[in-house]
């Protein structure tokens, strides 16, 4: 990994949404951004090479995931993520902290950490705030997460407040990791991760005094960067707006904001609107690989059959390779065929959607245009949707 500093500016402001450049060890991300996930270090359908030419910039990684699989002094043996899988980006790997969560009857969390048993072989493990770190810095990620406690909802004010201290304690001993390991040893494989950031992920559930002080005791331990966790875990959308309008305004001004999880469409676009700059979430993907199209009309199930000789597009207002080749009824044909291609031109089609929307909001920002793009948007997805 390069040691060239982590850094972030902001460059335009429009309201509360802001335009920046978040500068990493592998290159510069253009914020607000949306990281496409790759949970295995590959995003699922399509290739490295379709992601940079539909811009993407940056790419998130799953910890928990390639820590039991391949492993991730196997990884670092390699020369780290990016060489091993072959992608020169910024990559931001997640702490582990939500898929520990999914697990749900598989793990125990104590002060010590998480213990869980693996989904793949029911393997135990121990994840701890320093194993995080230590996992993150083999891969050499250019942005690493703090290890979080993440609690479902509904959940009481006393659960979440044990789990949102538990999640500071535990962002005080990884952040005093991460600190000691530059250029150190881990597992018998030296690694530099001089040029890594931190992040720090604030809880509270939906509890807007716990979010507070998550904030300010988070924001206290000093980390490059800070996240807001614990959201789209099943709160109406509503009380989630609510508490991001309450949570951003806590987190420093001049370093990057990031909303773990969320993403639908207009999702991203009110959270913009109230001050996040990164976003990840595997719904473009998921969602491609069983048959659902994001569109500027509306989402488009592929598979219904009132496009069995729709020869439009699946977006008349898209550029991407697949708006641009293929009409709906193939479409449709290759998912009820079960061919791979199906899986591979919706992927396409849907981070195209996504990271386009992204472009087009900082260009709104850069022109003090924000709000009359955000009415805008929202007035297109009240018109009727095809077939959400």
């Known amino acids: 990994m390069s040691d060239t500093p982590f850094s972030f500016r902001v460059t335009h402001t429009d309201g509360l949404a802001r335009r920046g450049t978040m500068t990493t060890a592998h290159g510069t991300v253009e914020t607000p951004a949306f990281m496409p996930v790759g949970t295995q270090g590959a995003v699922k359908a399509i290739t490295h090479r379709d992601l940079e030419s539909l811009g993407a910039e940056i790419m998130l990684a799953n910890t928990y995931h390639l820590y039991l699989r391949p492993g991730d002094a196997l990884i670092a043996r390699q020369?780290?993520?990016?060489?091993?899988?072959?992608?020169?980006?910024?990559?931001?790997?997640?702490?582990?902290?939500?898929?520990?969560?999914?697990?749900?009857?598989?793990?125990?969390?104590?002060?010590?950490?998480?213990?869980?048993?693996?989904?793949?072989?029911?393997s135990a493990h121990l994840l701890t705030p320093e194993k995080a770190a230590d996992i993150q810095a083999h891969l050499g990620s250019d942005i690493a997460m703090a290890l979080d406690e993440c609690v479902a909802h509904p959940c009481g004010v006393r659960e979440a407040a044990d789990a949102t201290a538990r999640t500071l304690r535990w962002a005080r001993r990884g952040?005093?990791?991460?600190?000691?390991?530059?250029?150190?040893?881990?597992?018998g494989v030296t690694i530099s991760n001089d040029g890594q950031a931190q992040f720090g992920i604030v809880q509270g559930s939906v509890y807007p005094e716990l979010?507070?002080?998550?904030?300010?005791?988070?924001?206290?331990?000093?980390?490059?960067?800070?996240?807001?966790?614990?959201?789209?875990?099943?709160?109406?959308?509503?009380?989630?707006?609510?508490?991001?309008s309450q949570t951003a305004p806590c987190l420093p001004a001049h370093q990057p904001r990031y909303l773990m999880g969320t993403g639908m469409p207009e999702d991203l676009v009110?959270?913009?609107?109230?001050?996040?700059?990164?976003?990840?979430?595997?719904?473009?993907?998921?969602?491609?690989?069983?048959?659902?199209?994001?569109?500027?009309?509306?989402?488009?199930?592929?598979?219904?059959?009132?496009?069995?000789?729709?020869?439009?597009?699946?977006?008349?207002?898209?550029?991407?390779?697949?708006?641009?080749?293929?009409?709906?009824?193939?479409?449709?044909?290759?998912?009820?065929?079960?061919?791979?291609?199906?899986?591979?031109?919706?992927?396409?089609?849907?981070?195209?959607?996504?990271?386009?929307?992204?472009?087009?909001?900082?260009?709104?920002?850069?022109?003090?245009?924000?709000?009359?793009?955000?009415?805008?948007?929202?007035?297109?997805?009240?018109?009727?949707?095809?077939?959400?």
Not at 175 to 187: G, H, I, Q, S, Y
């Open 211 to 244: 979010r507070k002080e998550s904030a300010s005791e988070t924001v206290a331990v000093g980390f490059e960067g800070y996240a807001i966790g614990g959201l789209s875990v099943g709160e109406p959308t509503g009380v989630m707006y609510d508490i991001v």
């Open 270 to 388: 009110e959270s913009v609107a109230r001050g996040i700059d990164l976003f990840d979430c595997v719904l473009p993907t998921r969602n491609a690989r069983n048959g659902q199209l994001f569109t500027t009309e509306g989402r488009l199930n592929i598979k219904n059959a009132r496009y069995a000789e729709d020869a439009r597009p699946p977006d008349p207002a898209c550029a991407c390779y697949t708006c641009r080749t293929f009409s709906r009824a193939y479409l449709r044909h290759l998912f009820l065929a079960g061919e791979i291609g199906a899986a591979t031109l919706n992927t396409l089609h849907n981070l195209n959607f996504y990271l386009d929307t992204m472009r087009r909001i900082r260009d709104a920002i850069a022109f003090g245009r924000f709000e009359r793009f955000r009415l805008a948007f929202h007035q297109s997805l009240s018109r009727q949707a095809l077939d959400s």
């Open 175 to 187: 952040r005093d990791r991460v600190l000691a390991l530059r250029a150190r040893t881990v597992d």
């Open 79 to 122: 020369g780290g993520l990016h060489r091993f899988a072959g992608w020169s980006r910024p990559i931001l790997t997640d702490s582990g902290g939500y898929q520990v969560f999914s697990l749900a009857s598989r793990r125990t969390i104590t002060e010590e950490g998480a213990r869980f048993r693996s989904h793949l072989d029911g």
